[in-house]
Each structure stands twice: as C-alpha cells, then as structure tokens.
C-alpha cells in the first residue's frame, strides 16, 4: 500500500461483483462494507461473501466495516472476517468512547490487526482525542458525515466544519495520519465533488472516501500537490539543505523546519503523479 493513501472505495459485501470491481479501481484502499450499505435480510450473506474473498490475499488492501458494536451482528462479524488472512484493517463504525476501541483490541480481533475509528455522533466527536490514544492498534480516525448531520441537525454543509477541525486536530495530536475525509453523497456531482474535496484539503483532511469509481480520480487530483506546489517545495527543500536552518528566501518568503518538513510531504506526494 502507497505511503500516502489518498483513495478509500466503499463497496457492500453482499454485492461481490461490485467488490470485484473495486478491487481492480484503482483505489488505494477498497473498504468492504458490511453496515450501512447491507440490508439487515442479508448480512449473514454479505458476511459470508467477505470472509470468502479474504480467505486469500487480495490485489489492494481491504478493510472491513463491521456492524456497530451495539448492533446483533458485529460479534459474528468479528468471528467471520477478523482471521481472514486477506484484511488488512477492520473499520469501527460509531464509535462513541476509547472503551469500545480497547474491548475490541483486547478481546475481538487477533493482536495487531489495525483499527480505524469512525466517528458519527456528537458524543463520538467530543471523545475524538481519547478514542485516537485508546490502544496502540488505533491506525486511524475519522468522520461519518451522514451520520453525525443527523445528530447534530446540521442543514448546511459548514455546519461540520468544526467538528471535521476537531476531529483533524485530535489525529495529529495523537500521532496518527491526516483523516481521509468523509464520503460526497452525489455520484454525479464530480465539480461540487472537486470543490468540497478542495475545502476539505485546506482543512487538513488527506484522502478521501468514495461510494463510486468515478469519484476516485476526482479525490486524487484534489489532494496531488499542483505543479505550482511542487516547485515550490522543491525550492523550500533545496534551500534548506543548502543553509539549514532559518532563513528567508529571495522571494521573501521565510522557512524554518515546519515549513521544509511540509515541503517534503508535498514531494512525497508527488511522487504519486
């Protein structure tokens, strides 16, 4: 798996032929989904299906989204995808305390197998620190947008600005990856799709989550440095090791160390183009 993932396809579980599909996309990630995407009637199918496609390695990293802990089916879903020797990582979907993270790492999965936190609640997002620092194998947070517009009755997409800043914020503190940012509803909506991953980029988000092929080159170009960025960092770069430290470019632009460690992830980007 690329160092910068920037791609994460869902596609549900009782649908092998899309899962198929998605995992010859070009995703970096494909996330099979065996939640909200499935109908209760057809869970134990869909759960049989992912443990079947995991019984081998897979061409791309998958993730497995289980049922909320609270829910009937997550302890069969745990018993029937977490041994597969395909998974890579399991999907924790609203996800409201560190508890829940620890009780599955200790007790659920077999040791080490990366967890990624969802968050979807008001409360989920209040406990976005603690839930990222809950066990060494938390490899990642981030947000459920449907979800947590409905607890929170959010009519307008600003509304969750802040609530995606905290949730950014409480990764980086607590060491992890920039989150992927939330899946845009409208598979049709490539421009508003490019503009909101645009906003999501300034925000500090890295990736994103898709419901649709089409949507993954949109992402891809959205959060890929520009050629106006890389020159930029190139420069940065070049002049650091040069004189390190401090110091002001001749365009009068001032660097320090942040400055030249950001540039350098944008090169590391780059390398994706």
């Not at 998605?22 to 049989?48: F, M, N």
């Not at 041994?83 to 790492?105: D, F, N, Q, Y």
Request: a negative charge; charged letters at 20%.
């Amino acid at each position: 798996m690329t160092a910068f993932p920037l791609t994460w396809l869902y596609a549900p579980g009782d649908r092998p032929p899309v899962v198929a599909k998605a995992l010859t996309s070009g995703a970096d990630i494909v996330v099979v989904d065996l939640e909200d995407a499935v109908a209760p009637d057809r869970k134990a199918y869909a759960r049989a299906a992912t443990a079947e496609l995991l019984a081998e390695l897979p061409p791309v990293p998958v993730h497995v989204r289980v049922n909320a802990l609270d829910s009937p089916w997550a302890g069969q879903d745990f018993a029937a995808v977490a041994p597969a020797p395909g998974l890579c990582a399991l999907r924790l979907p609203k996800i409201t305390s560190p508890a829940e993270v620890v009780r599955i790492a200790q007790h659920a999965v077999p040791t080490g197998l990366p967890l990624y936190a969802l968050l979807e609640t008001a409360l989920g997002v209040e406990q976005a620190y603690a839930v990222a620092t809950a066990h060494p194998s938390l490899r990642g947070i981030a947000l459920g947008e449907a979800d947590l517009r409905a607890d929170l009755g959010v009519r307008d997409d600003a509304g969750l600005d802040w609530s995606r800043s905290r949730v950014i914020t409480a990764a980086r503190a607590a060491g992890l990856p920039p989150p992927a940012q939330s899946v845009h509803p409208d598979v049709r909506d490539l421009e508003g799709l490019a503009a909101s991953c645009a906003h999501g980029r300034a925000l500090g988000f890295l990736g994103r989550a898709a419901i649709h092929p089409r949507q993954l080159p949109v992402i891809e170009r959205a959060f890929l440095p520009t050629e106006e960025e890389i020159e930029q960092a190139e420069t940065i770069v070049k002049a650091a090791a040069a004189e390190p430290g401090a110091q002001a470019l001749p365009d009068g632009r001032f660097i320090d160390t942040a400055v030249v460690t950001a540039a350098q992830r944008t090169l590391s980007l780059a390398r994706r183009r």
